[in-house]
């Protein structure tokens, strides 16, 4: 009797090592993106009009392709029924990220009012400090993180090491494994990974957009804020702040 409940504690433990070991290398992440857009507008006359007509929040739901560690990450679709002005989701229609995270490049496509920027630069560094909470995603156990992006733009993730690529969507990376949630308030808005699909990854999707100009990141915050200097007062708070919303959702 003895020798069979040894057998059994060995076979449950062996069990849960190979269990314990069957890590997700490739995949397709569907994420619900959700902004508050009457809040990013801001409170002058021109907003207060522009808020009657729309929605409070515009949701969107993007997806996160990668194998090899490689990863694209672009729009899907609008949640059903969404009535969203054409000028507050163009950009998200077109804005594409890809990474080679073994290589530690990334490339990016951004539209700005109807224009196109594209980036090549290395993946940016963010300073992540890890926390005790937990939370269950997408069928997932996850770890919260606090960082830091753009000198003073926090960001809450929550990440799974379940899922060995270090990604994230936008350009939030640097965790140890795949974020799967990510609020930053100051932008409001949040991500949260819907379903992971691991029969579906099409490494052929997994791919830099290419362009004639490339700017690093550094390069497009320079030229933008040269581009956009008198469109605002320092002495003018709302104008300020609509200003930075541009710049952070720009180089995110």
């Known amino acids: 009797m003895k020798r069979i409940i040894n057998f059994i504690i060995i076979f449950l433990f062996s069990a849960g090592s190979v269990y314990a070991q069957q890590f997700v290398e490739k995949a397709v992440i569907e994420y619900e993106v959700k902004t508050n857009i009457k809040k990013t507008l801001g ?6 009009m522009m808020k ?7 949701t969107g739901y993007y997806q996160f392709t990668f194998a090899d560690n490689k990863s694209v990450y672009k729009f899907d679709h609008w949640d059903e029924g969404a009535k969203i002005p054409e000028f507050l989701r163009k950009s998200d229609e077109e804005n594409v990220w890809y990474f080679d995270h073994a290589n530690g490049k990334f490339n990016m496509q951004k539209d700005v009012f109807g224009s196109k ?8 560094t963010i300073e992540w400090r890890l926390t005790n909470e937990n939370r269950l995603i997408a069928g997932y156990n996850c770890r919260k993180a606090v960082g830091k992006i753009l000198d003073s733009v926090y960001v809450f993730a929550f990440y799974t090491d379940e899922i060995t690529i270090s990604g994230g969507p936008c350009s939030i990376t640097g965790l140890p494994g795949m ?28 791919k830099p957009v290419t362009a004639k100009k490339y700017y690093t990141r550094k ?4 030229m933008l804020k040269d581009r956009t200097k ?8 709302d104008s300020r702040k609509w200003i930075e919303q541009f710049y952070w959702s720009t180089l995110l």
């Open 179 to 206: 974020i799967l949630g990510l609020t930053i308030p100051r932008m409001y808005s949040s991500w949260i990974a819907t379903k992971v699909n691991i029969e579906m990854a099409d490494v052929n999707k997994i």
């Open 219 to 222: 390069s497009l915050q320079v």
């Open 117 to 124: 920027f594209n980036v090549e630069d290395s993946i940016p």
């Open 52 to 58: 009657e007509n729309m929605p409070q929040f515009k």
């Open 230 to 237: 008198e469109w605002f007062s320092e002495d003018d708070e």
């Open 43 to 48: 409170n002058n006359s021109w907003a207060e």
